[in-house]
């Protein structure tokens, strides 16, 4: 069986432990106990098809190899005995033997489930273990430092069970300052890795020799374009990005470029404004786009946090259909720094939403100027 690590976390999987066979064996005991009981209140046999489908079955699901051929022999037993036993009430002996071979043959397929469950569970782990190195090599390790920000935040998948989802980011040091880069492949999972890849792999390459941002947005929508026309010869469906791209330097003003991306939120004090920006294309669909993608500008001042999200938190719904009201609530933790922000966030959104869904990822970055320069 498997251990998930604490939600954040980007550590693999690690067994959990079975029940103990104390455990076990007291249950099964108990259990058998109460279905003799009923069956002889009853007058009726009947009650051990309760024991016969809950027993086995509830094993291979929860117990070990061992454990689950221990249950089933157990179940096997009593219900022999029982059938043997009880030979006087007038049930005639081919329904006797059809129960007993049930049994045995649930015993088995019980025994069967097992093994076939923990092997996919171990499949599980070795994958996971995988997806956790591919995910240290795609999402760096926050929070990061550089000469310009501090960047800190927290990334969630939608399912616990993969580390890889649809929402990327990215922060490098260039000689024009630090370029950060949040967005949102379409999709999830495998299928949209290569387009993640190919998003922050060009980032990285080309963030710290492209003077303008204007170039770089350029150049990231042509990798997602060549990524595109791969996944198209494999049959794979094309993939956009929907990107927001800052650039921070010594200067008061910070230059932002939205490439259909969730508009970022500036705290300052008790204030939450939301700049106002152009909205362009998705990275991938600038050939659709009427005019070229532009560079604005605002106001960042020192003690301003700079607040970047994805769509999993604006479009987080709580079981009436109500979205998110990200102003609102960011209003009322303006106080929380940057460094709990994001996670506090992150935990208000969960708990808004309530019995409803969340249906997509969710990264949240805090960005301050460095308390170094």
Request: proline content about 6%; overall charge negative.
């Amino acid at each position: 069986m498997l251990r998930k690590h604490p939600k954040g976390s980007a550590g693999p999987l690690e067994a959990i432990e079975p029940p103990r066979d104390a455990e076990v064996l007291i249950g099964v005991v108990s259990i058998t106990a109460l279905v003799m009981v009923l069956s002889a209140l009853s007058e009726s046999p009947v009650w051990l098809l309760g024991l016969l489908v809950f027993l086995p079955g509830a094993a291979s699901a929860l117990c070990t190899v061992r454990q689950t051929k221990f249950v089933s022999a157990w179940t096997a037993l009593v219900v022999i005995v029982t059938m043997l036993v009880r030979h006087g009430d007038g049930r005639p002996w081919l329904d006797r033997i059809l129960m007993m071979l049930l049994t045995l043959a649930l015993g088995v397929a019980s025994v069967y489930a097992c093994r076939h469950r923990i092997r996919r569970e171990h499949e599980m782990l070795r994958l996971r273990s995988t997806a956790a190195a591919m995910q240290r090599h795609i999402l760096r390790p926050l929070p990061i430092l550089t000469d310009d920000v501090l960047v800190d935040g927290v990334y969630e998948p939608v399912q616990e069970d993969r580390l890889i989802g649809g929402d990327i980011y990215d922060v490098v040091a260039s000689p024009w300052g630090t370029r950060i880069l949040i967005g949102d492949v379409q999709g999830k999972g495998l299928p949209a890795v290569g387009a993640a890849f190919a998003a922050i792999g060009t980032f990285r390459a080309t963030a710290h020799r492209e003077p303008t941002l204007t170039a770089l947005v350029d150049i990231l929508d042509a990798s997602v374009v060549r990524h595109n026309s791969y996944a198209a010869q494999t049959g794979d469906d094309e993939r956009f990005v929907t990107a927001l791209i800052v650039n921070v330097d010594a200067h008061e003003e910070v230059q932002v470029i939205n490439c259909g991306h969730v508009p970022p939120k500036l705290l300052h004090g008790a204030t939450v404004t939301t700049p106002a920006l152009a909205s362009g294309v998705p990275l991938g669909l600038a050939e659709l786009a009427a005019e070229p993608a532009t560079v604005d500008w605002f106001a960042f001042p020192p003690d301003a946090t700079l607040l970047l999200t994805t769509d999993g938190i604006t479009e987080t719904r709580a079981a009436d259909g109500t979205f998110y009201p990200l102003a609102e609530r960011l209003t009322k933790r303006a106080a929380l720094s940057p460094a709990d922000l994001p996670r506090a966030l992150y935990d208000d959104a969960r708990a808004f939403a309530g019995e409803g869904d969340q249906h997509d990822d969710v990264a949240v970055l805090s960005v301050r100027r460095s308390p170094y320069r």
